[in-house]
């Protein structure tokens, strides 16, 4: 059995209705009126035991609706959702012994307490033993470097090691799922790497698995191997995110760096989209013409000083799938 099934999840949420002006607002006042939203349409999917997933979608699209459902913060309007054998809602406080949660914007630690304070806090709610609280701590602070702050209160805290505590501190009670929603939102780079790595070590080591939501793709390309693609409360992608990058990537760009700017540089196969100075990239597909093909034919009469080929980011694929109205009939997974 998976550790997470989802099978033809929806939620409804009835909203408010509210005309304009003055008569509008008095009309609300005495009588009235809703609308039905359905924020998750019909959504089924499946995780395994250690898989690393993205749930990914623009704004709007049902995700965080769906990461609240599996937590067992909201109650589904029909079908059915088990995390690691227990119905979430039905059983919250079971539920929370077996996740972790981060959320980007909020914090779990204790405002005005020192960090190592909140984390002891925890151990106690989630009674976790000396011997493990230990351990895990000495794993915590190796990786994420948390003896730096340990015993700053959490409001004096920058955001990258608020983040840092916060995974950890998630993590406290060795739960088999973590969900992760916006986990490098407004950290530099340096702090992004040193998450992703401790999300790919807890991962390898202990197999938890992982559902990240995130609108940075690098965190999608860099941790995961599969997405899901949801839009407007339906799923519209299920699989592998090579996959995808070879159905929806197959543009390529060669930029090439000349000895000299040339005002008629055509190459056969290769758009020009762009030039600075002795600079050229050249857009080409993949399955049609080849990058050796484009560089023998500039070679032939051109000097070729630097070259390089750029994939395309998954950002724009997704893009590309969403103005596309992409929809895949037959998943890898659900």
Not at 109 to 137: C, G, H
Request: glycine share 6%.
């Amino acid at each position: 059995m998976s550790i997470i099934e989802v099978n033809n999840l929806q939620k409804e949420f009835m909203i408010a209705k509210r005309e304009t002006g003055l008569v509008g607002a008095l009309k609300s006042l005495v009588k009235r009126e809703f609308v039905k939203k359905e924020a998750v349409k019909d959504i089924s999917f499946s995780i395994e035991k250690g898989e690393m997933v993205g749930y990914i979608g623009p704004n709007g699209a049902g995700k965080s609706t769906t990461i609240k459902m599996l937590t067992g913060i909201l109650v589904p309007s029909a079908g059915q959702v088990t995390v690691n054998g227990i119905v979430p809602y039905e059983n919250r406080q079971e539920n929370a012994k077996s996740i972790g949660v981060v959320f980007g914007q909020r914090t779990q630690l204790w405002w005005d307490l020192p960090t190592i304070e909140s984390f002891e806090l925890l151990k106690a709610i989630y009674r976790v033993t000396d011997q493990r609280y230990k351990e895990n701590m000495s794993i915590f602070q190796e990786i994420l470097g948390l003896d730096e702050f340990i015993n700053t209160p959490v409001r004096q805290l920058s955001l990258g090691q608020r983040m840092r505590a916060d995974i950890a501190a998630s993590l406290l009670h060795d739960p088999p799922i973590l969900f992760l929603d916006e986990p490098t939102i407004g950290l530099d780079v340096v702090a992004k790497e040193k998450m992703r790595t401790f999300i790919q070590e807890i991962n390898k080591e202990k197999e938890v698995t992982v559902i990240l939501t995130t609108h940075d793709m690098e965190d999608i390309e860099k941790l995961c191997q599969r997405m899901v693609l949801i839009d407007h409360g339906q799923k519209v992608y299920d699989g592998d995110i090579l996959a995808v990058k070879e159905r929806f990537g197959k543009m390529r760009t060669l930029v090439v760096d000349l000895e000299d700017a040339n005002s008629s540089f055509h190459i056969k196969g290769g758009e020009l989209c762009k030039q600075e100075g002795n600079r050229y990239w050249l857009r080409f597909n993949r399955n049609e013409v080849s990058a050796s093909d484009l560089i023998t034919q500039i070679s032939q009469t051109h000097n070729i000083k630097d070259l390089t080929v750029e994939e395309p980011d998954i950002e724009s694929i997704i893009s590309r799938i969403y103005q596309e109205g992409f929809i895949e009939k037959q998943t890898v997974k659900g």
